[in-house]
């Protein structure tokens, strides 16, 4: 079974409003990973936060960790339609050496 | 750099064939590994290698082979190919430095077992 689990499996907005998606997985962890994939592409490594840290940020994206949770969540702010792609959280599974990932969300940004 | 490069990007084989899918990095990674992606799903890890020589199973073993001779290629064998084979397989190779933890993924095998 997968580690990381995506919510919503797919999520349709309007450009300009934000798309939050949600991750959990089942193991401790040492770090998740956040990628992006664009339709028929090879995945893009997005962002990435350790597990003492509890939010993180890089340009639009805005990552939160709770690890008593076990979830994360992925939030881009003021989606642009360029934005459309599947998006997948990945975390390490029985070691330091397997990454696993979810399903993915797939978000489709509408102009 | 080219990052990481597979081949060849379609192939369709017969239920039985075999083929070797190929994969080069050109960063000097240690790590590297193989996934498959159905439709619609997330990516399985297949095998992995954390150096020359090393390689290890993972999720979705059965049915490929891997060897690591080299840092630079980590090709991945399909024994006797069958339907259940079809799928797109990505290469990805890791940097883990310091406080960097990134895999570069490859573009992508789309492979086609009738």
């Known amino acids: 079974s997968q580690q990381g689990e995506e919510d919503p499996q797919a999520l349709s907005i309007q450009e300009g409003e934000n798309a939050t998606m949600n991750c959990s997985y089942k193991?401790?962890?040492?770090?998740l990973q956040w990628y992006r994939q664009n339709s028929g592409r090879g995945l893009v490594h997005l962002i990435l936060?350790?597990?003492?840290?509890r939010e993180k940020h890089s340009g639009r994206l805005r990552v939160t960790l709770d690890t008593s949770k076990k979830s994360s969540s992925l939030l881009i702010t003021a989606s642009r339609a360029a934005d459309t792609a599947s998006y997948f959280c990945?975390?390490?599974?029985?070691?330091?050496?397997?990454?696993?990932f979810g399903a993915g969300t797939r978000l489709a940004v509408h102009p | 750099n080219a990052g990481v490069t597979q081949t060849p990007k379609f192939q369709v084989l017969k239920t039985g064939q075999s083929m070797t899918l190929q994969c080069a990095q050109d960063?000097?990674?240690?790590?590297m590994s193989w996934y498959r992606q159905d439709p619609g799903m997330g990516l399985r890890l297949i095998h992995y290698?954390?150096?020359?020589?090393?390689?290890d199973q993972g999720e979705v073993p059965n049915g490929y082979n891997v060897s690591r001779s080299t840092t630079e290629d980590f090709p991945l064998r399909l024994l006797s190919a069958a339907p259940s084979q079809t799928s797109v397989y990505f290469c990805?190779?890791?940097?883990?430095?310091?406080?960097?933890?990134?895999?570069?993924f490859g573009p992508g095998t789309r492979l086609t077992v009738l």
């Open positions: 936060i350790r597990s003492n840290e």
């Open positions: 990945a975390t390490f599974s029985g070691g330091y050496n397997k990454l696993i």
């Open positions: 960063m000097n990674h240690e790590y």
């Open positions: 990805a190779s890791r940097q883990s430095q310091g406080i960097v933890d990134t895999q570069y």
């Open positions: 193991t401790s962890i040492n770090n």
């Open positions: 290698s954390v150096g020359a020589g090393i390689t």
